[in-house]
Nanobody, 124 residues
Framework: VQLQASGGGLVQAGGSLRLSCVAS????????AGWFRQTPGKEREFVAS????????RYADSVKGRFTISRENAGNTAYLQMDSLKPEDTAVYYC??????????????????WGQGTQVTVSS
């Protein structure tokens, strides 16, 4: 499956952005979808994931209550709605996918497919 992420940009603290990840090449509903982010010099970190099997969602503690992951399987798209953004949310955001399974994973090494990344910058 090929992934194309978009929707990043520059926003003031407290603002909102919605990231999109369009999948092609396979039936997206058969895949778990994840969002990760990375800043220079740091490892890629988990943000949110959503099961392709039963719709279960998981969030990093740092974004819980502010970010929402969703997906539109008919349109082969996953979304990350980001509200109440903070400067520490500044990063390159990546969407990822893996064949769905019994466990909804939160580590980058469990995901096989990656989009190209989209920059999110939150100014204070």
């Amino acid at each position: 499956v090929q992934l194309q992420a978009s929707g990043g940009g520059l926003v003031q603290a407290g603002g909102s952005l919605r990231l999109s990840c369009v999948a092609s090449g396979r039936t997206f509903s058969n895949y778990d979808a994840g969002w990760f982010r990375q800043t220079p010099g740091k490892e890629r970190e988990f943000v949110a994931s959503m099961s392709g099997y039963d719709g279960t969602r998981r969030y990093a503690d740092s974004v819980k209550g502010r970010f929402t992951i969703s997906r539109e399987n008919a349109g082969n798209t996953a979304y990350l709605q980001m509200d109440s953004l903070k400067p520490e949310d500044t990063a390159v955001y990546y969407c990822a996918a893996r064949w769905y399974g019994a466990t909804l994973h939160t580590t980058p090494d469990q995901y096989n497919y990656w989009g190209q990344g989209t920059q999110v910058t939150v100014s204070s």
